[in-house]
């Protein structure tokens, strides 16, 4: 791994990548439990299962970067390189993707640069997930440093298959057989099936319960 030390958006060094990208991540996460935690003192239900917070590798990013064309620099990282800090939502139902999706958007600190609706138009692949990009203000001593961070919101359903595709894409190194990437496929169609039913499922008793406090 081989960064070179620039002076992209005031951070130049390794060490003050990992500071501000973990400390976008760390106000993120804060943000979405407290989030939560007002839903579920409005609406007693939490749309938000689990979350997942990483820091891409600089093994990774140097990959990326060259893939792109890109010279391995701290300043081209920072510039081209949108999942850098990645943060991925896990909630129960569908309709949670785009509500906590809204919760985001309304923070009156955090801009919205990039939106891909993989729900409404999933990959050929089968891959269902809504992906923002958003820049969250990093307050240093001396500066705020806007970091842009990579959100991905998916249900349970959708974050257990992608995790096996994951694993496939690897193993074979993007070049699985057919017959595999033909039950991947199906495998997603399953896993819509199973979010539309145990939405409706949920949708179901909460009619029943508000019927019951009539």
């Known amino acids: 791994m081989d960064l070179t030390v620039s002076n992209g958006e005031g951070i130049d060094s390794w060490q003050e990548v990992t500071l501000v990208y973990n400390a976008a991540l760390r106000q993120m996460e804060t943000k979405m439990a407290i989030l939560n935690d007002e839903f579920q003192h409005v609406h007693q239900y939490n749309p938000i299962e689990h979350i997942k917070a990483r820091i891409k590798t600089p093994e990774s990013i140097v990959k990326k970067l060259k893939r792109q064309g890109y010279e391995s620099t701290i300043d081209n990282m920072v510039k081209y390189v949108n ?7 896990i909630c129960s139902f569908t309709s949670d993707i785009y509500r906590i999706a809204d919760m ?10 990039g939106v891909k609706d993989y729900i409404t138009y999933p990959k050929a692949s089968g891959y269902k997930s809504y992906h923002m990009i958003i820049t969250v203000p990093v307050y240093l001593s001396d500066r705020i440093v806007d970091t842009k961070v990579e959100i ?24 699985a057989p057919q017959h595999i990437r033909e039950e991947l496929v199906e495998c997603a169609r399953m896993v819509s099936d199973l979010d539309a039913k145990m939405l409706s499922l949920n949708d179901e008793i909460l009619e029943l319960s508000r019927e019951e406090n009539r």
Do not use: C, N, P
Not at 83 to 89: L, S, T, V
Not at 105 to 113: G, T
């Open 83 to 89: 999942d850098m800090a990645g943060i991925r939502i």
């Open 104 to 113: 985001i958007s309304e923070q009156k600190d955090i801009r919205v640069i």
């Open 152 to 175: 991905q919101i998916r249900t349970v359903a959708m974050d257990f298959w992608a995790s096996l595709e994951h694993k496939i894409h690897y193993k074979f190194e993007g070049d």
